[in-house]
Nanobody, 124 residues
Framework: QVRLVESGGGLVQAGGSLRLSCAAS????????IGWFRQAPGKERERVGA????????WYADSVEGRFTMDRDNAKNTVYLQMNSLTPDDTGVYYC?????????????????WGQGTQVTVSS
């Protein structure tokens, strides 16, 4: 059983930055690919990025490519999402999730564990 806890959300003005953290406990963290997702009110949850279990390969949605970056520290059981040049469209609840899969970006239904989410609000 892996427990994930997100932190670092908040209110920021457009053009600003935030760094989210996803801290894991209770399992072998280095076995899991980690995805970051977000969900805006009235919209489906969407994946914005993913990082491999080794911290090497990453994947980003087109909407955040060049603005968001992910990294992980397996020694600290933590994954980070650095978000720059934020816009109001980035507003939502951000979740991290862990998956045991050969694919870096499997279907959302395959994710094994989810955090509770952290709110990100970008004002115009």
């Amino acid at each position: 059983q892996v427990r994930l806890v997100e932190s670092g959300g908040g209110l920021v003005q457009a053009g600003g930055s935030l760094r989210l953290s996803c801290a894991a406990s209770g399992g072998e963290f280095s076995l899991y690919h980690i995805g970051w997702f977000r969900q805006a009110p009235g919209k489906e949850r969407e994946r914005v990025g993913a990082i491999s279990r080794s911290g090497g390969p990453t994947w980003y949605a087109d909407s955040v490519e060049g603005r968001f970056t992910m990294d992980r520290d397996n020694a600290k059981n933590t994954v980070y999402l650095q978000m720059n040049s934020l816009t109001p469209d980035d507003t939502g609840v951000y979740y991290c999730a862990a998956v045991l899969s050969p694919s870096l970006v499997p279907h959302i239904a395959e994710y094994n564990y989810w955090g509770q989410g952290t709110q990100v609000t970008v004002s115009s």
